[in-house]
């Protein structure tokens, strides 16, 4: 599920060039990058999956292609962190979440963002009371976050994922549009890359739960 693209206009039409190739890197983000005939005078660049999508028209040369592939990622960090709570917020939203799902019962100690989960959406620790959201969350619809908050708030009252365990989560009535949601990452993620190995050769994530 794509976010919403963002719009620029070239300024000019460059001369016609061979495209470079598609794929560029940047971080830990792939970017991809699409040319279309049809597009005369606008650039979009979306998030899919783990990757980003940048769409240039196609007479476009290789400085403009790197010029605006630059231009695109930084609109799209900065959309991505005015979508990110802070972890001030995200405690907000778990209290909440917390009482009107759970009856205030889950009050966890802690609630922040981290970086070093890389195969977990989130993560808690009953004990200290603690709970984690994976960075790579950012972005993301708001109902997916709140997901995968309720996911960790019950946690705090009920360990493993049996029937009890569900039967808090059905009381959140997009729980299985959040799952699909997640599941359509995933599934993103693990689609074979142009020039890379088979999809088998790769890391995988968690399934959601």
């Not at 000019?12 to 560029?24: G, I, L, N």
Request: charge should be positive.
């Amino acid at each position: 599920m794509p976010a919403e693209p963002l719009n620029s206009a070239t300024g000019r039409r460059p001369a016609d060039r061979p495209p470079p190739p598609p794929h560029h890197s940047s971080g830990s983000s792939e970017v991809e990058v699409r040319r279309s005939s049809r597009r005369r005078r606008t650039v979009s660049a979306y998030r899919e999956g783990g990757r980003t999508i940048v769409l240039l028209p196609a007479r476009m040369s290789a400085a403009e292609e790197r010029r605006w592939v630059g231009v695109m990622l930084d609109k799209l960090a900065a959309q991505d962190e005015r979508r990110r709570p802070d972890d001030e917020e995200l405690a907000r939203r778990a209290e909440r979440l917390s009482h009107r799902y759970l009856e205030g019962r889950a009050r966890p100690g802690s609630v922040r963002w981290v970086t070093n989960q890389n195969t977990r959406w989130g993560s808690c620790t009953p004990a200290e009371g603690s709970i984690r959201l994976s960075h790579r969350l950012r972005g993301m619809p708001a109902y997916v976050i709140d997901y995968v908050l309720l996911h960790e708030l019950a946690h705090l009252l009920v360990p493993g994922h049996g029937p009890d365990f569900w039967r808090l989560l059905a009381r959140y009535d997009r729980t299985e549009r959040a799952r699909g949601f997640l599941e359509g990452v995933i599934a993103a993620d693990r689609l074979p890359r142009p020039g890379s190995g088979a999809a088998g050769d790769r890391d995988g994530a968690e399934r959601p739960q």
